[in-house]
């Protein structure tokens, strides 16, 4: 069965008159000091570690620690300090098992010509083997939970002339949950908003939150907290320091500093307090030197970092400093110093042992002593706070023991039941938390609940927890001190237009909407590389006798405006890459029977001089109205920009290497199918173009092309030009999905692919349409044949018209080669294919009622704050944000998984 532990004043009662109390437990040592209610002479309580570095310091000259020893031998032997640490770690392991050093012989490979080292510079290890029990007088001893204690603490114990007596820490009452329920949640969110809910800045002193810390969930309540204004026990360790570590890659960096894009070096803002901007993050680093900015912030940063081999440690750390105005935490000196670093010349090895002790090794610089306690639920015991929040309790609290020879199983596992049993203990006032569906499934609890309990413990709904369901109440939040500011796009004026790629964004996260218009942008290589191509196409279309006169040169100005992201190894490839792009767009123009549309205007000549940089390096101006048309509907509320225009026909140019067919690209902006699918994201440019476009001519049909400019980038190597190959295109029909399937049109479509239809006549095909339009999922092939087969069917053979008239032997395949090839044809008008790739009035109808309603929710947002909302709840959507860091609010911890 499970047993309560005693409770910390217990334990104090029974061994208070006591002159020593010897426990392995810290917490409980410390607990037991804090109690003592008569002056003494030195500590009630202390564990054998600490008994034994205070033997250590009077009989030895000096006691190392760990980090001390490992240092000393690494620069004895010369060995690499990876290997040193590793073997030193498992040689202490061993020791703690055996208690005795010469004994890990016997359990260690090459690590045992180490060994020499422990007896010449002692640890605490080392006192605790040759603890002489002398050293205690004449004191009465007790020890707390001697079943806890391993080998090497046992060293510590009296073993000849003095006794002590062992106080068990379990009492013998029976542990149930029916004096504290289990509060059961559905979501990590709700679970990690209740237990935030229950800590404020007045009890903070007072609550332990336990659970498996070294999980995701350590950084979402340490986070949650400090924005509620509560603080949290920690130790600050030099390897969390933002200033060490940005040093660390500072130099890192420098190793091969040719390599490297702006954006790997963009830690040197803060480092030095300068500010890159976002457009030249994806440049390489050459080529942002040859931008003013880069001249003028980087350069001095860029030959420090050439120059690097030539400092020592200390001196790059002084450079640094001057250079910055910025002083470094005093530990990192202390670390060069204690590694003897901090003279040598930097190389790649002296860096690798700097980075692998700072990294490794738990180097303090600060300690916070007030706040909530967070405690590890897979090794902890007693716990000295009022209020104990237990959080999961499920299978990631089972500690493991490895299958090791100098490691007894059976007596660890013993352990670790009594100090599970003593943990569930804990606190004046518990409070048990369990998650209890993840992923569809029962989350599994901690198996020592099974193993103490004797039942089969399946989930968390089992009587043995007393379980309850959280009642989650819907609070609106209120915002601290603490918390990020909110994020608006801009002043609350009023919204009147959307553009596709906003529509696109705010689709998958209002948040993320909200980031993006007012944090700058990076120019990454493939936005650049189609924003060039786009101002070829443009230009060709206007100029095309000069561009093909001139293609070289222009190729030329082109690949100049690209050279941020141009380097030795990929030059020759993006040049082919541009010059095959160039051709496709020349070939299909040429290909195309369009309408140019003279610029009688005034300003002719002179629009798009800006925005497409070939105008002003060629001297020449704009002739044509066609290209890059800027859309602002009233009536669609859609704002967008048209690549190029003629008549009914919209162009498109696409650099992406992929291709969307026609299915692809009438899904895409399908909400309910959407959702359905649970996408991650949407595209409305194809429906939102569509429906601006139509304004000028509600009745006629427009066709939308997209060219693939890369698309057949091997084809144009091999020399087969074929712009056709790199188009998909879609064709609005200003007809109802319903009204256009009844049509002739779309009858006589049909008629030469289908046999049916020779005895089946346009009146009766519609009236079978008619008849059953309301009951037919045309999305859904079985929907449209479960519906149409029989009563087609029936109606033939009703008429005389049978498999023996289509010349079929049997009935069945009657039904399926005349009858089902119909549905097909039905199916694919519907959801699109290369036959029939519409879209329909009624669908740019829905579109635009979700794309107001949109523009209403923004306008909403503007005037307090856009939420986090990833679409359908997704995780991913979070994981893959480019504002990830900054979103206080982000679910990626949260959210769905699926």
């Not at 991650?680 to 939308?704: G, M």
Request: charged share 30%.
């Amino acid at each position: 069965m499970m047993k309560k532990s005693k409770n910390i004043k217990e334990i104090y009662n029974e061994v208070k008159n006591y002159d020593l109390v010897i426990t392995t437990d810290v917490p409980l040592a410390s607990a037991l000091n804090r109690n003592t209610d008569k002056p003494r002479l030195g500590l009630l309580a202390m564990t054998p570690r600490q008994l034994a570095l205070k033997f250590g310091t009077v009989y030895y000259d000096r006691i190392y620690s760990k980090s001390e020893l490992i240092l000393e031998i690494y620069k004895k032997s010369k060995k690499p300090l990876r290997y040193i640490h590793q073997s030193v770690e498992k040689i202490f392991e061993i020791w703690n098992h055996t208690g005795l050093l010469e004994s890990c012989e016997l359990y260690l490979g090459q690590e045992k010509e180490l060994l020499g080292f422990f007896s010449e510079y002692r640890t605490v290890e080392f006192a605790m083997e040759n603890f002489d029990e002398e050293f205690y007088g004449d004191k009465k001893i007790a020890v707390a939970g001697l079943e806890l204690f391993n080998v090497l603490d046992r060293q510590v114990l009296p073993k000849k002339d003095i006794f002590y007596e062992n106080k068990e820490l379990l009492s013998s009452e029976e542990f149930s949950f029916s004096e504290n329920k289990t509060y059961l949640f559905n979501s990590y969110n709700d679970l990690i908003n209740s237990v935030l809910s229950l800590v404020n800045p007045k009890n903070q002193n007072e609550v332990a939150l336990i659970f498996n810390t070294d999980s995701e969930l350590k950084n979402i309540f340490t986070t949650g907290l400090s924005q509620k204004g509560v603080r949290v026990e920690s130790k600050s360790l030099l390897r969390d320091d933002i200033s060490a570590g940005r040093f660390l890659s500072f130099i890192e960096s420098s190793f091969n500093v040719w390599d490297h894009s702006v954006k790997d070096v963009l830690f040197a803002e803060s480092l030095f307090g300068i500010n890159i901007k976002r457009e030249f993050a994806e440049y390489n680093l050459q080529g942002y030197l040859n931008t003013d900015e880069g001249k003028k912030i980087f350069l001095n940063i860029y030959e420090l970092m050439t120059g690097i081999g030539d400092l020592t440690f200390s001196e790059l750390l002084d450079k640094t400093e001057f250079i910055s105005g910025k002083k470094f935490n005093p530990e990192l000196r202390n670390v060069f110093n204690i590694t003897g670093l901090g003279k040598n010349k930097i190389t790649e090895d002296n860096f690798n042992v700097l980075k692998y002790f700072i990294l490794n090794f738990d180097i303090e610089t600060g300690k916070s002593e007030q706040g909530v306690l967070l405690v590890n639920a897979s090794n902890a015991a007693f716990v000295d706070r009022p209020l104990t929040v237990f959080i999961g309790m499920d299978d990631s609290w089972t500690r493991l023991n490895t299958d090791k020879a100098y490691v007894e199983k059976i007596t660890e596992e013993k352990k670790d039941l009594e100090k599970f049993q003593i943990l569930l203990s804990q606190g004046k006032e518990k409070i048990y938390l369990a998650i209890n569906i993840r992923k569809n499934q029962p989350v599994i609890p901690c198996y020592y609940f099974n193993m103490l309990s004797g039942k089969d413990i399946k989930g968390f709904g089992d009587e043995f927890f007393n379980p309850v369901f959280a009642l989650i109440k819907s609070e609106k939040k209120k915002r601290s001190k603490q918390t990020a500011p909110k994020v608006n796009s801009g002043p609350a004026d009023f919204e009147s237009y959307i553009s596709p790629s906003s529509l696109n964004t705010f689709y998958i996260c209002p948040k993320r909407y909200s980031y993006g218009k007012i944090i700058p942008q990076e120019q990454k290589s493939y936005f650049l590389k189609g924003t060039l191509l786009h101002c070829f196409a443009e230009f060709y279309f206007n100029y095309p006798e000069y561009s093909r006169e001139k293609f070289d040169a222009i190729l030329d100005l082109i690949l100049k405006k690209y050279s941020g992201f141009l380097r030795e190894f990929n030059k020759d490839t993006e040049k082919t890459s541009f010059e095959i792009g160039m051709k496709v767009i020349m070939d299909f123009i040429d290909s195309q029977n369009f309408d140019y549309e003279i610029d009688t205007s005034k300003n002719a000549g002179i629009n798009n001089r800006e925005s497409n940089f070939l105008f002003p390096e060629t001297g020449l101006g704009k002739r044509y109205l066609n290209t890059e048309q800027w859309l602002k509907k009233e009536l669609s509320g859609i704002s967008g920009k048209i690549d190029l225009a003629s008549g009914q026909t919209i162009v498109d140019y696409k650099s992406s290497k992929g291709r969307k067919s026609e299915t692809d690209l009438i899904k895409e902006y399908k909400v309910e199918i959407l959702g359905k699918e649970k996408a991650e994201s949407a595209n409305f440019q194809t429906v939102a173009y569509l429906a601006a476009k139509r304004e000028e001519n509600p009745d006629e049909k427009i066709r939308f092309i997209y060219l693939y400019i890369l698309l057949k980038f091997t084809d144009y190597i091999k020399g087969i030009q074929d712009p056709e190959k790199s188009i998909t295109s879609v064709t609005y029909i200003p007809d109802t999905f319903k009204r256009y399937i009844i049509s002739n049109e779309f009858y006589d479509c049909l008629y030469p692919k289908i046999e049916l239809l020779k005895t089946l006549s346009y009146e009766i095909f519609r009236k079978f349409i008619l008849d059953n339009f309301d009951q037919i999922n045309f999305y859904d092939l079985s929907s449209v044949t479960e519906i149409l087969e029989n009563k087609i069917h029936g109606y033939l053979l009703e008429n005389g018209i049978n498999h023996k008239h289509f010349n079929k032997r049997k009935d069945e395949t009657f039904r399926d080669n005349i009858i089902k090839p119909l549905f097909k044809e039905l199916n694919k008008a519907r959801t699109g294919s290369k036959e029939y790739p519409h879209i329909y009035k009624d669908e740019v109808d829905e579109f635009l009622d979700f794309a107001k309603e949109t523009l209403k929710e923004i306008n909403e947002f503007k005037k307090s704050d856009f939420p986090n909302r990833p679409v359908y709840d997704l995780r991913s959507i979070c994981a893959n944000c480019d504002y990830l860091n900054i979103c206080t609010g982000n679910k990626l911890l949260t959210a769905d998984e699926d």
